[in-house]
């Protein structure tokens, strides 16, 4: 027997994220119901979730805030993290009673990490552009050279 659910949750952002240690980072969860003749009138709460834990404003890490804002057709709920550090990294889910939860993962990266990373992906585009030149120039050279050889036929 499977499980309807009422609501879907959606986290608005990359599967993936990246942030650098030190800075903040914001998730934002939108929940709706799955069927337009739906309501969301129940005011059940939403809850972030990091390492199976229920994340809260109370937490003895501080710097996190959860606002949730409850509408009659959506429920938007942020999480706020003031100052990301390695402890954070890992997936988030955000998840309701009776809603299909939705997960992203935080990846949290050193300084010189993500400078190295940003290298990296311009030298791979620049490789890639580079070959992709390459192939249209040897295309070029073969498709002349052909006709060269028809003409001399």
């Known amino acids: 027997m499977s499980y309807k659910f009422t609501n879907v949750a959606t986290i608005k952002s990359p599967r993936e994220v990246y942030v650098r240690v030190g800075l903040p980072i914001s998730l934002t969860c939108e929940i709706i119901p799955t ?6 009138a129940e005011k059940s709460r939403v809850r972030w979730m990091h390492k199976g834990q229920e994340i809260t404003s109370e937490s ?5 805030s959860v606002d949730t804002d409850y509408r009659e057709r959506k429920i938007t709920s942020r999480l706020r993290v003031s100052m990301v550090t390695a402890d954070d990294e890992g997936f988030y889910t955000c998840t309701q009673e009776a809603t299909r939860q939705d997960s992203v993962k935080l990846s949290v990266v050193q300084a010189e990490h993500s400078e190295a990373m940003q290298r990296d992906a ?8 580079g070959a992709t030149l390459s192939l249209v120039i040897v295309y070029l050279l073969i498709s002349k050279t052909i006709k060269t050889v028809v003409n001399i036929m």
Request: charged share 25%.
């Open 122 to 129: 311009a030298y791979s585009k620049a490789s890639r552009s």
């Open 35 to 40: 069927s337009d003749s739906g309501s969301l």
């Open 60 to 64: 003895d890490r501080g710097g996190i």
